[in-house]
């Protein structure tokens, strides 16, 4: 039987400001990706993310990002691999930390924004964050853009990888996302939202804004919980996806 983990962004409130409906969206997942305060989110905020994901036996994964609240993590900033490794395990050690709090412990890091698309092509960052991880101990897993420079960096650090996809982004030919700041990089409508997660993960291929089919590999199911109607996606793809006979749990 296939499979495929469905995670989403979460935790991304910070003080008054709320982003996203966690508590409606937790049950439908089977992975959290926590923010850990550099890009959104603060330590009550983690807190209460991380305990809303144990109450659901959700896995709990940490999103390290850029220091750039304002622009949410999505402007690219000039950073040296040494201060992505210490992003990352700064970041990623905060919400671990919260974990062992709950009784459980962290599952994986997927990086956020920028940063994520910066090391999904950059040889070094992607090293950087993998050898995070590998230090981060505990068997802690790497989310990382399917086919990129994270997939290949995991494996040579000894870190299992798995191989995400998008559910409501665009892909270039090259198997990259495609910019958020260019029309048609957001996925807003449902049918076509469940026509490209059943190609990835059913055919193992999905269709570029370009025409062109690119072979992907599709171990876990990206959500952005800040998007309006993530909820309503949600039910969607599981329903799309247990009607095919695809079974829908944590990765790894």
């Given at each position: 039987?296939?499979?495929?983990?469905?995670?989403?962004?979460?935790?991304?409130?910070?003080?008054?400001?709320?982003?996203?409906?966690?508590?409606?969206?937790?049950?439908?997942?089977?992975?959290?990706?926590?923010?850990?305060?550099?890009?959104?989110?603060?330590?009550?905020?983690?807190?209460?993310?991380?305990?809303?994901?144990?109450?659901?036996?959700?896995?709990?994964?940490?999103?390290?990002?850029?220091?750039?609240?304002?622009?949410?993590?999505?402007?690219?900033?000039?950073?040296?691999?040494?201060?992505?490794?210490?992003?990352?395990?700064?970041?990623?050690?905060?919400?671990?930390?919260?974990?062992?709090?709950?009784?459980?412990?962290?599952?994986?890091?997927?990086?956020?924004?920028?940063?994520?698309?910066?090391?999904?092509?950059?040889?070094?960052?992607?090293?950087?964050?993998?050898?995070?991880?590998?230090?981060?101990?505990?068997?802690?897993?790497?989310?990382?853009?399917?086919?990129?420079?994270?997939?290949?960096?995991?494996?040579?650090?000894?870190?299992?990888?798995?191989?995400?996809?998008?559910?409501?982004?665009t892909y270039q030919a090259d198997?990259?996302?495609?910019?958020?700041?260019?029309?048609?990089?957001?996925?807003?409508?449902?049918?076509?939202?469940?026509?490209?997660?059943?190609?990835?993960?059913?055919?193992?291929?999905?269709?570029?804004?370009?025409?062109?089919?690119?072979?992907?590999?599709?171990?876990?199911?990206?959500?952005?919980?800040?998007?309006?109607?993530?909820?309503?996606?949600?039910?969607?793809?599981?329903?799309?996806?247990?009607?095919?006979?695809?079974?829908?749990?944590?990765?790894?």
């Open positions: 039987m296939k499979s495929i983990d469905l995670n989403c962004d979460m935790g991304e409130s910070f003080g008054a400001w709320t982003m996203g409906d966690d508590a409606a969206i937790m049950p439908l997942i089977t992975s959290a990706n926590v923010a850990a305060g550099f890009h959104a989110g603060d330590p009550g905020t983690i807190r209460d993310t991380v305990r809303l994901a144990v109450a659901h036996g959700v896995a709990i994964g940490a999103h390290p990002s850029l220091p750039d609240l304002a622009g949410f993590g999505r402007r690219v900033m000039k950073v040296t691999p040494r201060e992505a490794y210490d992003l990352v395990v700064y970041q990623a050690g905060a919400v671990a930390a919260f974990a062992r709090a709950a009784g459980a412990a962290l599952h994986h890091v997927k990086a956020h924004g920028a940063l994520y698309n910066m090391a999904a092509t950059d040889d070094a960052l992607a090293d950087a964050i993998a050898g995070a991880v590998k230090d981060l101990g505990g068997g802690v897993l790497l989310y990382g853009l399917s086919g990129s420079a994270m997939i290949g960096a995991a494996q040579r650090h000894g870190v299992r990888a798995i191989g995400e996809v998008f559910a409501d982004r198997g990259t996302l495609t910019p958020r700041g260019r029309p048609g990089a957001m996925i807003t409508d449902e049918a076509q939202s469940v026509a490209q997660v059943l190609s990835m993960v059913g055919e193992g291929r999905v269709r570029s804004v370009d025409g062109v089919d690119v072979p992907i590999r599709a171990e876990t199911l990206c959500l952005h919980g800040d998007q309006p109607g993530a909820v309503a996606f949600a039910k969607a793809l599981r329903g799309a996806l247990a009607e095919r006979g695809i079974e829908v749990k944590v990765a790894g």
